[in-house]
């Protein structure tokens, strides 16, 4: 076997491979007899088949069956030979095939970039420094007995929380315009589903009325042919109703999963989920900060195979969380490009930290990990137990630590500023990219 590889651009290669025409051509002799003894054709005995016959009527095709293996067998041959680590499976082309000539084809495909990191001290990372307080379980608190409320039809005026049924028709100078009307619409006063002004015109309504109120579309609205003008909305009123909140008894605390016996215990269960929901935030904002400024400070070519892949993989998952009733090939590429390119070089940038100061995952800190996944569920001894006896569960538990590991890595280096921030905020800042 003959190999030369050929660099054509940093993370492209051009290998061309020769095999000796023998080799092939017993390769495709063998096949022809294993074919003729088992091959059936009218006219002829089964094994009686003459060779001639045979290598007329599928020569061609075994010649073909036989030449891709070989490509695929020799092109990795020649990837250990030459130590290459190829980013994705080639492009294999055959230049020559003909029976008595050497076999000779071009593999084509891409490697790992190689990377030099940047500056790690011109990363900037801004850390959320925030608490759970009082005032904040008291809103999450009223926001769970709202999800299981039930609702009353009122005649008093409407206020903020109430829901209110309205028919709705916009306009700009007269005219109508498109998406601006609609009918029997269910909105929640001081929700801040529709634009400033909207729903504040409303409070005070009542069942029955027509009201006209005039609102502005803000400048960065996402329609530009609205964004920035006036508008006027005539609202007829059908329905008023004021969400019933039920009592804060242990029936209700099992809704949510948690055994208390009292609105203090209650509070407690909630506080530290909220804390652990705190603690994730602050975690994917420094983060989100650290791929950020290593994206920023590190030039990176990134091979299309492994984008393609990671493509996939996003389409695949959006076609699961929608209930998979199409094929992930429909999707289109394009919506997932960016970030499946986001993903691809944060992993290969995490990987060559973790290569050139030889990082490792902790094992303390996996099992103390383990330990915080388990304490979410109601037997927390047995989720242990799982991780710790299925490796797969285990490694991604152990990637997630090693990513951690990386994290902290930049931050030594980084200039991290922290920034105090109320809960809903350092929550709202920790919202993972996409």
Known sequence: MQVSVETTSNIERRMTIGVPAQEIDQAVQKRLQETARTVRLNGFRPGKVPMSVVKRRFGDSIRQEVVGEAMRDNYIKALQEQDINPAGWPKLEPKTMEEGKDLEFVATFEVLPEIELGDLSKINVEKPVSEVADKDIDNMIDNLRRQQATMKEVKRKSKNKDIVTIDFKGSIDGEEFEGGSAEGHRLTLGSGQMIPGFEKGIV????????????????????????????????????VEEPQLPELDQ?????????????????????KNMERELKQAVSNKVKNDVVDG????????????????????????????????????????????????????????????VKKNDLKADEAKVEEKIQEIASTYEQPDEVVAHFNSNPDQKAQVESSVLEDAVVEFVLGAAKVKEKKMKYEEAVQAGQPQR
């Open 251 to 271: 029936e209700f605390f099992k809704r949510f999963g948690i055994e208390a016996e009292d609105e203090a215990a209650f509070r407690e269960e909630v506080k």
């Open 294 to 353: 290593l994206l920023e400070t590190t030039e990176l070519e990134v091979p299309a195979a492994l984008v393609d892949q990671e493509i996939d993989r996003l389409r695949q998952d959006a076609v699961q969380r929608f209930g998979g009733q199409v094929d992930f090939q429909q999707l289109p590429k394009e919506i997932f490009e960016e970030q499946a390119k986001r993903r691809v070089k944060t992993g290969l940038l995490f990987q060559e930290v």
């Open 204 to 239: 005070g309504g009542k069942a029955g009325e027509e009201l006209e109120i005039d609102v502005t579309f803000p400048e960065d609205y996402h329609n530009e042919d609205l964004a920035g003008k006036d508008a006027k909305f005539a609202i007829t009123i059908h329905k």
